[in-house]
């Protein structure tokens, strides 16, 4: 696609979310707004044996498509992040949550990085999972890494 006929397509885009239209060249939009979040029961769980694994809890938060794509998540008592579309729906949020955190009185260091991906069926309604991964550096760790997934839906108010 010439870089003019992208120009084009971003702009139809950007005018089909601003008027709250599900569909844009192919492309599900979510609306811009409030959100709720409903977590499901965590998979694939290699952590919990080393420590109690967190809920995810349910909450509400809210979208803002940003453009060429993109979209910013707030969920009010976390640190917002930015989300992609891949197209036909489909969206990620790479390392929507980092955090390192050296134990000194342990000598260890801890980095959490959690993964967000899912599919928007439709502007209102979604579905995905938070891919969350525990790495431990230093002698006393009781695993180099674990990980666990969080599936959830997500459906706009």
Request: aromatic residues 8%; glycine residues 8%.
């Amino acid at each position: 696609m010439a870089a003019s006929e992208r120009a084009r397509v971003m702009m139809r885009c950007a005018v089909a979310a601003a008027l709250g239209l599900a569909a844009c060249a192919g492309e599900i939009i979510p609306r811009d707004g409030a959100w709720v979040h409903d977590p499901g029961a965590v998979e694939d769980d290699t952590c919990s044996q080393f420590f109690e694994v967190p809920s995810d809890p349910y909450g509400d938060f809210s979208i803002t498509n940003t453009g060429d794509g993109a979209f910013r998540i707030d969920a009010g008592s976390a640190e917002p992040f930015s989300c992609t579309l891949l197209g036909d729906g489909a969206f990620e949020c790479p390392s929507r949550f980092e955090n390192e955190e050296t134990l000194t009185q342990y000598n260890v260091t801890i980095s959490f990085n959690v993964d967000v991906e899912g599919t928007f069926s439709s502007a209102t309604e979604g579905a995905g999972e938070q891919h969350v991964t525990v790495n431990c550096e230093g002698l006393l760790c009781p695993a180099p890494s674990c990980s666990y997934v969080v599936p959830f839906t997500i459906s706009a108010l």
